[in-house]
């Protein structure tokens, strides 16, 4: 069983929609939690980042993490052609230091106008 | 954030050969690591490198393979070494921006893309 679990989709929406992108994980260390989008041909960007159960909001997107269950999501609302990328979920173990990340594989996402 | 310049952007290259993929950092940092991301793969981290000491692998991963240099605080290279059809991938280097957090993330270059035939 993979750390991290993402589906790879393809996921196609309609432009306007609601996205949700899920990942679960099996390793209850993990304590950091983030979101990156890879667009085609380019490096992944970091997008949100949490360390607690419950959501973080910041303009379109929303992260939510519910440790009990090992699931995380993202929402991206009223979906735009320019979020079209590649998401991808990353975790890390608590501590200081730089932390090793284990990503899920990535969801393709298309927003379609 | 830091900016990472990455090169080559792409290659082929002839099984049997190696290259050496650079990574430049616009800033000073501590950590650099380099991933692996094979097509319709997650990102797999390859190794870490800290200047001034031997780069640290993952499991699956040996120096002979993929060497690695750190010889300053704002460079690295990543040689694949002896390729095979199998190396073909993407070689990602990120770098800790060392805030100590990770709520800044990781930086990322854009990535060599490699093809072995």
């Known amino acids: 069983q993979k750390e991290v679990e993402q589906d790879p989709g393809p996921l196609s929406v309609p432009e306007g929609a609601i996205v949700s992108l899920n990942c679960t994980y099996s390793n209850s260390a993990f304590q950091y939690f983030m979101w990156y989008r890879q667009y085609s041909r380019k490096g992944p960007e970091l997008l949100m980042y949490?360390?607690?159960?419950g959501n973080k909001e910041d303009g379109r997107f929303t992260a939510q993490v519910d440790k009990s269950s090992k699931y995380i999501s993202l929402f991206i609302r009223d979906s735009q052609p320019s979020d079209s990328a590649t998401y991808l979920c990353a975790m890390a173990l608590m501590g200081g230091g730089a932390q090793k990340l284990v990503f899920g594989q990535g969801t393709r996402l298309t927003i379609n106008p | 954030s830091a900016v990472i310049s990455q090169k080559p952007s792409r290659d082929i290259c002839q099984r049997g050969t190696s290259l050496t993929i650079q990574c430049q950092v616009d800033s000073q940092v501590t950590m650099m690591f380099w991933y692996r991301q094979q097509p319709g793969q997650s990102l797999t981290l390859i190794a870490t490198a800290n200047q001034g000491s031997e780069a640290t692998y993952e499991s699956g991963f040996v120096i002979d393979k993929f060497p690695i240099s750190r010889p300053n605080l704002t460079f690295s290279t990543l040689t694949v070494s002896n390729m095979s059809p199998e190396d073909s991938s993407i070689y990602l280097c990120?770098?800790?921006?060392?805030?100590?957090?990770?709520?800044?993330?990781?930086?990322f270059g854009s990535g060599t893309r490699l093809t072995v035939v």
């Open positions: 949490t360390y607690s159960s």
């Open positions: 990120s770098a800790d921006l060392g805030t100590g957090g990770l709520e800044l993330g990781y930086t």
